[in-house]
């Protein structure tokens, strides 16, 4: 039998993965950076960014073919599906977040914060009650690899929450460094936001934090440090639905249970920046790595929103 690419590090670990042939596919190859993935599962299939290639791939499961989406895309990153089915995208380039209407047609939603413009959207999550939060770093500015070099106009690294309900865009951290990945826990709760500011100052911090998220829905308090990275930094992540939190890292993927322990990961040969459940029983964990799209079926599924 071949070596199973799930190393558990705590028994609850081997629940959440296939006790016989599980297998990491390698779905396509061929991206300079993998980033931002997202299931659509009413067409049964999933796009994702390759950066420096201004471009969004779609891996389409009925026949496994690859093809571009979109190019040029204005060097979009993060991405995530909205309640209503649609794409909501960040943009290095145009340092904005977007959505793609069921027509086709790109949708600016937000592209500044007190008039000033954000540096360069990441990655983005879309809550129960139809609000975006997504975070800002520098990574799309500091240079003309992954976008358009420019200066920060506003001067920090921040996480955001966009009513598109009402046009309102609140900032909802102060103390990132360069927040990243996002997502909210199954029942809403909590905010994880990532912070991979140690690209960006030595010792700095490669962690995820854990917010707590008020009865009105849109205050954060708290933040401690829920996990600190043990390979590389943490990227993007997802919860599945038994509040289990799956991270890009390093050398692969990790999991770590709602206590904060690391209790698993699945080794991937390539550098991990972001991950998402898909498939028809949302059971399939789709891996950006690097050059490649990969995916492992699980024992578990993804989270899925709670009810407004
Ligand atoms: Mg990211």
Redesign the pocket.
């Known amino acids: 039998m071949p070596e199973s690419p799930c190393v558990a590090l705590d028994a609850r670990f081997r629940n959440l993965t296939l006790a016989t042939n599980p297998r990491l596919e390698l779905l396509w190859t061929g991206a300079r950076w993998s ?2 993935p997202a299931y659509f599962a009413a067409g049964r299939y999933l796009v994702w960014s390759d950066i420096p290639n201004n471009r969004i791939l779609r891996w389409d499961e009925t026949d496994g073919s690859v093809s571009v989406f979109r190019s040029p895309c204005h060097h979009t ?2 991405h995530t599906v909205d309640r209503e089915g649609r794409l909501v995208s960040c943009e290095h380039q145009t340092r904005c977040v977007t959505r793609t209407e069921h027509d086709g047609t790109r949708t600016v939603l937000v592209d500044r914060f007190g008039g000033k413009r954000f540096n360069s959207p ?2 983005v999550v879309v809550k129960s009650d139809g609000t975006i939060w997504f ?1 800002d770093p520098t990574y799309g500015i500091d240079n003309d690899y992954e976008g358009d070099a420019a200066a920060s106009e506003l001067g920090g690294s921040h996480v955001y929450r966009y009513d598109p309900a009402t046009g309102a865009c609140d900032q909802v951290t102060t103390d990132f460094v360069q927040p ?2 996002l997502a909210f826990s199954p029942d809403e709760r909590a905010l994880y936001i990532a912070d991979t500011g140690e690209s960006h100052v030595a010792g700095g911090p490669k962690h995820i934090r854990r917010f707590a998220v008020a009865s009105d829905g849109r205050t954060l308090s708290a933040g401690e440090v829920f996990a600190t990275c043990t390979s590389g930094v943490f ?2 992540f997802r919860f599945d639905a038994l509040g289990n939190l799956w991270t890009s890292a390093g050398d692969g993927v990790h999991c770590y249970a709602p206590d904060g322990m690391r209790i698993g990961k699945i080794v991937v040969p390539e550098v991990v ?2 991950i998402c459940f898909g498939g028809a029983k949302r059971n399939r964990l789709f891996i950006c790595g690097t050059t490649s799209l990969y995916a492992i079926y699980l024992a578990v599924r993804g989270a899925s929103r709670p009810a407004p």
């Open positions: 980033e931002g990153n993060g990441n990655d975070s990243n990945g990227d993007g920046a972001n």
